[in-house]
């Protein structure tokens, strides 16, 4: 008896000593900044810009958070300036050399809101840019950094700007597209096409990267997208381009055309870099017949 009363009073002790220990994390000794919410280099790839646009522009609006950190919200109304720093380019360029990136042109984006008062007892204010797409080149590559660029708290370091960028590609843009499907087993070999065909249109091929991009089919007007990836060299100062590669998207397969699966795999009929012409064609089975697809971008 007299050693579990021993035993329980050294439990206690520790129990004591346990409650008195400080957090991992002590909150009280973290001070406020200024930040904006997901930013920085390691939230640089949710940074890029890849919607389609809307209207002539190509509108693009997306809306993001300036948040003041902190165990507890600011006592005091905080005052919050932003605003485009270009000078943060070439510094981010040396430092990353994949991609050789632009200051976006002025004309191609606008931030309606630049100045900001957090209310005390709140920590966020949202604020919105407007990127215009169609001013852009899309062979090149631009960034736009929005900065915080004053606060009447201190500013965060390691997340005080948006790496806003656009990724460019040597064959993104519009271009006249044709489209053909044949029914007849053999493909364009065996007559003329089974539809008529959709020719002298437009459409966009979209870069993904610069060595990717991806373009739509046309079979049953779907949003079905090709994956092209290639390898660019430059020697000289002369651009070449090798190890070209197309398939199906499987994820857009799936949500567009559900049921329909690949039977052969897309092939480049023609396949003209310097005059940015492709031609694809694959072959679709859509539960009871084959069907052969020819894609045409070209200038």
Avoid at 40 to 67: C, E, H, M, R, W
Avoid at 77 to 98: K, M, R, W
Avoid at 220 to 227: E, F, G, Q, R, T
């Amino acid at each position: 008896m007299k050693k579990l009363i021993i035993l329980l009073g050294v439990l206690t002790v520790s129990l004591t000593s346990c409650l008195k220990d400080k957090p991992n994390v002590d909150f009280s000794n973290i001070g406020a900044f200024a930040e904006f919410v997901h930013s920085g280099v390691p939230y640089f790839s949710s940074d890029a810009i890849t919607d389609a646009g809307t209207g002539t522009d190509l509108t693009i609006t997306k809306t993001y958070q300036i948040n003041i950190t902190g165990q507890y919200a600011p006592t005091k109304d905080v005052t919050v300036t932003i605003g485009v720093d270009n000078s943060v380019i070439a510094p981010y360029n040396t430092a990353n050399t994949a991609v050789s990136y632009l200051p976006m042109p002025t004309g191609s984006y606008s931030i309606p809101t630049t100045t900001f008062t957090i209310k005390a007892g709140t920590r966020l204010a949202s604020f919105t840019v407007n990127f215009l797409k169609a001013k852009l080149d899309p062979s090149l590559s631009y960034m736009l950094p929005v900065k915080i660029l004053t606060s009447s708290e201190p500013i965060s370091g390691n997340f005080n700007i948006h790496y806003f960028h656009f990724i460019g590609n040597d064959f993104a843009g519009t271009y006249k597209y044709d489209y053909s499907r044949y029914n007849n087993g053999v493909g364009p070999t065996g007559g003329p096409p089974s539809t008529p065909p959709v020719a002298g249109t437009t459409r966009v091929i979209s870069p993904i990267t610069p060595t990717h991009f991806q373009m739509t089919t046309g079979y049953a007007n779907s949003n079905v997208l090709y994956d092209v990836t290639f390898t660019r060299t430059v020697t000289g100062g002369v651009v070449s381009y090798s190890n070209w590669s197309v398939t199906i998207d499987p994820v857009t397969l799936a949500a567009n055309l559900a049921g329909v699966s690949i039977v052969q795999q897309p092939v480049f009929l023609t396949l003209d870099p310097v005059n940015k012409t492709f031609e694809i064609q694959y072959i679709a089975f859509n539960g009871s017949a084959n069907r052969y697809i020819v894609d045409k971008y070209y200038k």
